[in-house]
């Protein structure tokens, strides 16, 4: 049996009213900025495997970065600041010339020293005002 358009219509609609009314409106904004908090707790997470040593979990927290940037942000900078894409491209994963990228580094494990200042570099290089 397959439903009615109009039946799947009305069901997503009213499921639609319920959660409006049971979610606080907080809850209901779009806002990117938990985009970038989310990158940066990941990113965050991997300076502090790689200051304990921890290489296997820093890889898998750098992964775990990049691929909410991929899922989300990177969708809205190729719409409004494409000119953005190749440099946090380059800061994620291998860089270029003297601008090793975070991928590079993780791989011949360097220090925290060498690390974190690669890794406070994306912050700066994000268009925010674009993000909205």
Do not use: N
């Not at 069901?11 to 990158?39: C, E, G, H, N, Y």
């Not at 898998?60 to 894409?85: M, N, V």
């Not at 200042?117 to 994000?126: E, M, N, S, V, Y």
Request: hydrophobic content about 45%.
């Amino acid at each position: 049996m397959v439903a009615e358009p109009d039946a799947i219509q009305q069901a997503v609609d009213q499921l639609d009213a319920d959660l409006r009314t049971l979610l606080p409106p907080a809850w209901q904004k779009q806002d990117s900025q938990a985009d970038f908090d989310m990158i940066q707790a990941a990113l965050d997470q991997m300076e502090r495997a790689v200051a304990a040593g921890d290489y296997r979990a820093a890889s898998s927290a750098h992964l775990d970065a990049y691929a909410l940037l991929e899922s989300g942000s990177e969708a809205r900078l190729i719409a409004f600041a494409p000119q953005y894409i190749i440099p946090l491209e380059d800061l994620f994963w291998y860089g270029q010339g003297e601008h090793l990228g975070l991928a590079h580094l993780l791989e011949r494990q360097a220090s925290p020293q060498e690390i974190r200042p690669r890794a406070a570099r994306w912050t700066p290089c994000w268009p925010r005002r674009w993000m909205r």
